[in-house]
């Protein structure tokens, strides 16, 4: 039959109910006839792929997206905070106790299972190297926190092993622009970039104890291929300086009487930039080589600690 209706009103009929919800004749819908139910998403896992990367100040934690997540809670002692994204930066500075983070996915009020990750930090792996010295092979790298900042070698020398720690606090220097040098004189050094960026410094270790040494403010080239390279004279500094008509190269040498920077005398040319070099030479000279003309030449500009070749 037909059913009119002048304001919204329901009508039951073998057990299936209607609307008439738009005022109108005939407009019959049905609320239960055919509707599947609302699908259950399925539970949330545990993130994969966690890991942790300390640096200077800071620690980077990472992990893989989790399906239907909305956010992830990471926790850590003394700290809780909900991300958004797949990472966060602790900046809070690492101490010589372990730490452990633990990160879930959440969506709504459901909170999934924990993935769990502990860095250890007697020391950061960041700039940690293996070295060969004067005394035997050696594993260093950098100690203490970022209030007191040390460096450390250990040598396997002929009567055992030794360990040993700068005798006070020092700079790590530019997170992105460091590095460990094997001397030709059977030292290592532990060069970086301090200040404001313009000067360099350099600690060196001679199987027995520290020294330190800091250059005046010099050109340290652009970050593009710069290197730290052993000379004879001492660790070095070196990299591209000048302009584009005016290409140069510098070297940053730590003597044994200071800090010597070098320029090349004339314009010179870089080479192609995906394919160019510095060398460490068996005389202790150093050498910046490319590929330069149409690509099927190699010039190579050389550095004996006074003048350039």
């Not at 997206?65 to 992830?72: D, F, H, K, Q």
């Not at 879930?104 to 010295?133: C, H, K, M, N, V």
């Not at 070297?251 to 160019?276: E, F, I, L, M, Q």
Request: hydrophobic content about 30%; proline content about 6%.
């Amino acid at each position: 039959g037909q059913y009119t209706w002048s304001s919204p009103r329901t009508y039951t009929s073998g057990g299936i109910t209607f609307t008439n919800d738009r005022y109108s004749t005939n407009s019959l819908t049905s609320q239960n006839c055919g509707r599947p139910p609302a699908p259950t998403a399925p539970p949330l896992s545990a993130p994969t792929s966690l890991a942790i990367a300390p640096h200077t100040s800071r620690t980077v934690v990472t992990w893989a997206p989790v399906a239907g997540a909305e956010n992830y809670l990471v926790t850590a002692p003394g700290l809780t905070v909900t991300v958004s994204a797949t990472s966060f930066v602790d900046s809070r500075s690492l101490t010589w106790q372990a730490r452990t983070y633990m990160v879930s996915a959440r969506r709504g009020a459901e909170l999934g299972p924990a993935a769990t990750a502990t860095l250890r930090a007697a020391w950061q792996a960041a700039d940690r190297a293996y070295l060969s010295t004067k005394q035997g092979p050696a594993l260093c790298g950098r100690a203490g926190v970022q209030d007191d900042q040390r460096l450390v070698c250990n040598v396997k020398t002929a009567t055992g092993w030794t360990s040993t720690t700068t005798p006070r606090a020092g700079d790590w220097g530019y997170a992105t622009d460091r590095a460990w040098i094997t001397n030709d004189d059977g030292t290592v050094s532990y060069c970086a970039r301090v200040g404001t960026g313009n000067q360099v410094r350099c600690d060196t270790f001679d199987g027995t104890t520290w020294s330190t040494s800091t250059s005046q403010p010099v050109d340290v080239a652009y970050p593009e291929n710069r290197a730290y390279l052993s000379t004879k004279q001492g660790p070095a500094l070196c990299g591209r300086a000048g302009v584009q008509d005016d290409q140069r190269l510098v070297c940053n040498v730590k003597t044994a009487t200071g800090w010597t920077s070098t320029t090349t005398p004339r314009a010179g040319d870089w080479g192609y930039a995906t394919d160019r070099a510095w060398i460490t030479n068996d005389d202790g000279t150093v050498s910046y080589c490319a590929r330069v003309g149409t690509g099927n030449q190699v010039r190579c500009d050389t550095f004996d600690g006074t003048t350039w070749s």
